[in-house]
């Protein structure tokens, strides 16, 4: 089975607690199951490391679709994601937790702002990262080299983090997440995920990788997987177009969509596929 892809005061003793508008275009996936409620996907930012096509590094919001609701889970929080979250008008304050799927800067390079930003404007609800091994330590390191004492500053709030173990579910703060490990190299493991939140609506998301037969596992069954199509051509731990239309019969999901694009995919001819870009919205 196939995805559908269209043509056209301080509780805190320090930072790490050992615990676990761009344009805007909307769709609609129909749901599985009977009633409840939906939930809103933003793509804050559908860009590469590199800013190619003038674009945000790599943010996913996810919120319930209903009015009053601001987004409060993240898949990927790259370095440049407060100014996207901003310039699509979502409070980085309402952000209770952050999915990260591998260790590079353009996916996790904005938690140190995200933190410090809720540290100056008197954050007092808990942050809780779900990341890969290594997540604690990078993070303390990465803050360290931004802001030196940032990491051990007391604040109002908690960082939580619990680090990834393949294919074991974790559930926190009404968030729950499976890892599947990938083929991408980042000084730890990488990993896709699927993200459900409210009555079961799942979303994947490839991360970045090579091809691996783990994101059939990772999209199977989601109402919406969000992949990497860096490249026209093969190109070391990253996921080229060539490569996923061999394999993209074999995904069992309801949606595809294209993210996280070089040059060379945003210049090639896409009309065989479903693309992202920053504010792109959809409602599963």
Same mark, same amino acid.
């Given at each position: 089975m196939c995805c559908t892809a269209a043509a056209s005061g301080s509780r805190s003793t320090g930072l790490l607690e050992a615990t676990w508008q761009g344009r805007s275009h909307s769709l609609s996936v129909r749901r599985r199951g009977n009633g409840g409620s939906a939930v809103r996907v933003t793509i804050v930012g559908s860009g590469d490391a590199f800013g190619s096509g003038g674009r945000f590094q790599t943010c996913i919001a996810l919120r319930p679709d209903e009015l009053g609701h601001p987004p409060h889970t993240l898949v990927d929080c790259g370095a440049t994601s407060l100014t996207a979250l901003r310039s699509q008008d979502i409070d980085p304050n309402d952000i209770t937790t952050v999915v990260i799927t591998h260790l590079h800067g353009d996916h996790f390079g904005g938690l140190p702002f995200l933190i410090l930003d809720?540290? !100056?404007?008197?954050?007092?609800?808990?942050?809780?990262?779900?990341?890969?091994?290594?997540?604690?330590?990078?993070?303390?390191? +990465?803050?360290?080299?931004?802001? &030196?004492?940032?990491?051990?500053?007391?604040?109002?709030?908690?960082?939580?983090?619990?680090?990834?173990?393949?294919?074991?579910?974790?559930?926190?703060?009404? %968030? =729950?997440?499976?890892?599947?490990?990938?083929?991408?190299?980042?000084? +730890?493991?990488?990993?896709?995920?699927?993200?459900?939140?409210? $009555?079961?609506?799942?979303?994947?998301?490839?991360? $970045?990788? @090579?091809? /691996?037969?783990?994101?059939?596992?990772?999209?199977?069954?989601?109402?919406?997987?969000?992949? @990497?199509?860096?490249? %026209?051509? &093969?190109?070391?731990?990253?996921?080229?177009? *060539?490569?996923?239309?061999?394999?993209? =019969? =074999? !995904?069992?999901?309801?949606?595809?969509?294209?993210?996280?694009?070089?040059?060379?995919?945003?210049?090639?001819?896409?009309?065989?596929? *479903?693309? /992202? =870009?920053?504010?792109?919205?959809?409602?599963l």
């Open positions: 809720g540290q !100056f404007r008197r954050r007092t609800q808990d942050l809780t990262v779900m990341g890969p091994p290594g997540t604690r330590e990078r993070l303390a390191q +990465a803050m360290e080299v931004l802001y &030196p004492g940032s990491s051990t500053t007391q604040r109002r709030f908690a960082v939580h983090v619990h680090e990834h173990a393949a294919r074991e579910a974790t559930t926190r703060a009404g %968030v =729950h997440v499976v890892p599947f490990e990938v083929r991408h190299a980042a000084g +730890a493991p990488s990993f896709a995920v699927r993200v459900g939140i409210g $009555d079961g609506t799942t979303m994947a998301y490839s991360g $970045d990788t @090579e091809w /691996t037969d783990s994101l059939l596992h990772a999209a199977a069954g989601a109402d919406l997987f969000l992949v @990497e199509g860096y490249s %026209v051509k &093969p190109v070391r731990w990253h996921l080229d177009l *060539d490569t996923l239309a061999r394999h993209r =019969h =074999h !995904f069992d999901c309801r949606r595809l969509l294209l993210t996280h694009m070089s040059p060379s995919a945003l210049d090639s001819d896409l009309t065989d596929w *479903d693309t /992202t =870009h920053d504010g792109y919205t959809l409602s």
